[in-house]
């Protein structure tokens, strides 16, 4: 079995490395970046023919949500181009595809819970090119899971755990969005989730919503890592409204998870019990 991760370099992408190295799994492939452009269609050609992947992991995405705003043309490129340019070459050879997607598809403005089969409307740049992307590859390949996640965080890379630390160190106070709900991933829980469904054999293809268990807003998010951390500094919850942004976010972007947990025979860790292990990695 050989698993090719685009990306590699990334957050998601350093914490498959994580994963796959403490489980020993079998066949995992991080190719350098300089010859893993995913906009590159040649030197992917290249990549494919030299490996011969059975499945593709692709992390690599544009993430600035704010930049992307101002920055649409690049994004768009590696968002949907480059997805679309991945099915295609996973269609040729033969390959499953498992492409990661966000919650920022949703436009939030309810409190039900999204269903993989709900419509999606994004109401930023990031999340409108993140669902072009995930229709590019369904419309090219059939072998494809499409896994949605939300508010990723780990000791790799940059993330708000990461920026929240920084900034508790520095400051006594800060003040936090407390009406964006969503729930958090542990990022090494979804690089686990993701070798599962590799690990199950399972075809059932198609889009899967995966996140920590529970429910929280920025600001108990940030209370939590401080708390968590034993960082000393007064979080002050504020409206949306008090905290501008280049990009518009969801108000209420909670995923149901029940078809990846039915699917697969899972359980998936709380939010608050997987932050404990990101915090005590960082420490
Ligand atoms: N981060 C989050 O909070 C969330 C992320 N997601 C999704 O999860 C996935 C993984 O995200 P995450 O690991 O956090 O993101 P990162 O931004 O940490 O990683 C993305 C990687 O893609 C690389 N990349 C960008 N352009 C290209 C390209 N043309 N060719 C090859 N690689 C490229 C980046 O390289 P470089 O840095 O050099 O540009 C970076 O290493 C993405 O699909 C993202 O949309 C979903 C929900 C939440
Ligand atoms: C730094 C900071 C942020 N915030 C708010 C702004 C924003 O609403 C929220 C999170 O900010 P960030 O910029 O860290 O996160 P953001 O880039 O919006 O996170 C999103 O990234 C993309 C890639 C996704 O796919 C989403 O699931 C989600 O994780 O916290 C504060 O309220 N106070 C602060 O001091």
């Not at 994004?122 to 992307?133: A, F, Q, R, S, V």
């Not at 989730?193 to 600001?219: F, M, P, Q, R």
Request: overall charge negative.
């Amino acid at each position: 079995m050989k698993i090719l991760v685009l990306g590699a370099s990334g957050q998601l992408g350093s914490c498959l490395k994580k994963a796959g190295s403490i489980r020993n799994f079998d066949g995992l492939i991080f190719p350098e970046e300089a010859v893993s452009n995913i906009l590159n269609t040649e030197a992917l050609e290249l990549l494919f023919d030299l490996e011969k992947p059975n499945f593709v992991i692709n992390c690599a995405a544009y993430t600035a949500v704010d930049k992307a705003e101002d920055d649409v043309d690049l994004c768009r490129k590696v968002n949907k181009d480059g997805p679309g340019i991945i099915a295609g070459l996973c269609q040729e050879n033969g390959a499953t595809l498992i492409h990661v997607s966000t919650d920022f598809v949703f436009e939030g403005n309810t409190v039900d819970l999204a269903k993989e089969t709900d419509v999606a409307n994004p109401i930023n740049i990031y999340g409108l090119t993140k669902l072009e992307g995930e229709q590019v590859v369904a419309q090219q390949l059939a072998a494809h899971f499409i896994i949605r996640t939300s508010w990723l965080y780990s000791e790799f890379g940059n993330n708000f755990v990461k920026t929240m630390l920084k900034l508790g160190a520095d400051r006594d106070e800060l003040s936090v969005i407390a009406d964006q709900i969503g729930t958090p991933t542990y990022a090494v829980d979804l690089a686990n989730a993701i070798l599962d469904i590799i690990e199950s054999g399972k075809t059932e293809y198609g889009i899967y919503h995966y996140s920590n268990e529970g429910v929280t807003s920025w600001y108990d998010f940030a209370k939590g890592i401080f708390d968590i951390s034993k960082t000393e500094v007064n979080v002050l919850p504020i409206p949306t409204s008090a905290y501008p942004t280049r990009a518009v976010r969801p108000k209420f972007s909670v995923m149901d998870k029940t078809k990846y947990k039915t699917t697969f025979s899972i359980t998936i860790p709380y939010w608050r019990d997987s932050l404990e292990k990101c915090i005590s990695q960082l420490e």
